[in-house]
């Protein structure tokens, strides 16, 4: 058998079977959400990506950062499309979307791509210059402090209490007349 139709047909059964599996009621959600995870967060985004860049290699972490914008991408415009069909955001709508748009680029990327891999990676250089590393540094340094912060907040929090502040009518037969009103229940006074 040919090289071209034996991956065509795997990536073909491939597909399928992974969008057949998303309208199986699998049992718990959790099951069924990680066998449809590939298909909303990766596939999509790298069969378009491989179709529009048909003869050049990406960087691994290029590759990644693209292809799963991408599948975001497909899926969100996907939901708008989906929502103004008769079938709406149903699990089989939903399959048969994803599915086919993943089975059209990656028709589409074997074509262009001569029957090779739809998707090929180069091997990354992982040298960072020294303002890259001084980014990063910065990155890491703000993310660590954002936790802290969060942490602080969370258990440093003072007694349970409520403010409220209302509006209502003064009166039944009035209702040009408002009443404004504050409670504090907090620990110390305000």
Request: net charge positive.
């Amino acid at each position: 058998m040919n090289r071209k139709l034996v991956v065509v047909a795997v990536l073909v059964a491939g597909i399928i079977c992974l969008s057949g599996l998303v309208l199986v009621a699998l049992h718990p959600v959790v099951i069924r959400t990680v066998v449809a995870l590939p298909l909303v967060l990766i596939v999509p985004g790298f069969m378009v990506m491989a179709a529009a860049y048909p003869n050049r290699e990406l960087d691994i972490p290029e590759g990644i950062l693209l292809g799963v914008g991408l599948s975001l991408a497909i899926t969100a415009l996907g939901g708008i499309a989906l929502a103004w069909t008769p079938w709406g955001l149903r699990p089989a709508a939903w399959a048969a979307f994803l599915g086919g748009t993943t089975l059209l680029a990656a028709v589409a990327a074997l074509i262009r791509r001569g029957g090779r891999l739809p998707v090929s990676f180069k091997r990354p250089a992982w040298r960072l210059h020294r303002h890259q590393q001084f980014v990063f540094g910065l990155a890491a340094l703000i993310a660590a402090a954002a936790v802290v912060v969060a942490v602080i907040g969370t258990t440093r929090q003072p007694v349970a209490g409520t403010t409220q502040l209302w509006l209502l009518p003064a009166s039944a037969g009035d209702q040009h007349v408002l009443r404004l009103g504050v409670s504090n229940h907090e620990a110390a006074a305000t």
